[in-house]
């Protein structure tokens, strides 16, 4: 009798030393196991790495005070039994308004399950043009970074030839018409006058 209750104490120690070491694994990263001499030894220090690990993370103190005061929140009632908290007309009204969505989801699982497997060579295939499509992405994203400084250079080109040709051009146009007009003033004038004499 006493053999059995040590080693449920020794398994119960080593469990929890598990789940501690798991979750400071997961908060610290490697943790180093540390062998201790005997079990009340080792009951005192997982309780000392605890208390420690409530102190640095406040989060979890609150998570223990508050399973101490409510401790049936933890604990999911088994899915064969209803919630307690609602009625027999709540949990009908539910039902009710799921009911028609059941045979929907019944032939979407038949469909699922009628589907083929697709064959592991195709996805073996895949797997394997996986290095080519990443070098294709490479590709293109080094096309869309010097098709988009092309770009921008040609709106440069245009912009200067708008500037400088066009613009000249019209100024050089508008000048020589400007100049057309004057002398169409002044030959009009001239034969105006010739007229009046």
């Given at each position: 009798?006493?053999s ?15 789940r501690?070491?798991r ?6 990263g ?36 508050l399973?101490?005061?409510?401790p ?8 064969s039994?209803?919630?307690?908290e ?14 028609s ?12 399950s ?5 064959d ?32 921008a250079?040609s ?14 051009y019209?100024d ?10 004057r ?6 004038r ?8």
């Amino acid at each position: 009798m006493e053999s059995t209750i040590d080693d449920t104490t020794l398994s119960t120690i080593s469990l929890l030393e598990g789940r501690l070491l798991r979750i400071e694994h997961l908060l610290y990263g490697n943790s180093v196991l540390q062998s201790a001499p005997s079990a009340i030894r080792s009951l005192q220090d997982l309780e000392h790495r605890f208390s420690k690990l409530l102190q640095h993370i406040r989060v979890y103190g609150e998570l223990l005070k508050l399973y101490k005061s409510n401790p049936t929140l933890f604990q999911s009632p088994p899915a064969s039994q209803p919630p307690p908290e609602l009625s027999p007309e709540a949990l009908r009204a539910i039902v009710l308004s799921a009911a028609s969505s059941y045979p929907a989801t019944a032939s979407a699982m038949t469909a699922i399950s009628d589907t083929p497997i697709p064959d592991p060579a195709l996805s073996a295939g895949l797997a394997a043009l996986l290095p080519r499509m990443k070098g294709i992405e490479a590709t293109q994203l080094a096309q869309a970074a010097e098709i988009a400084d092309l770009r921008a250079r040609s709106e440069a080109v245009v912009r200067r030839w708008y500037k400088h040709d066009v613009m000249g051009y019209s100024d050089f146009v508008a000048g020589v018409e400007g100049r057309m007009e004057r002398v169409e003033r002044t030959v009009r004038r001239v034969e105006k006058a010739r007229d009046e004499i």
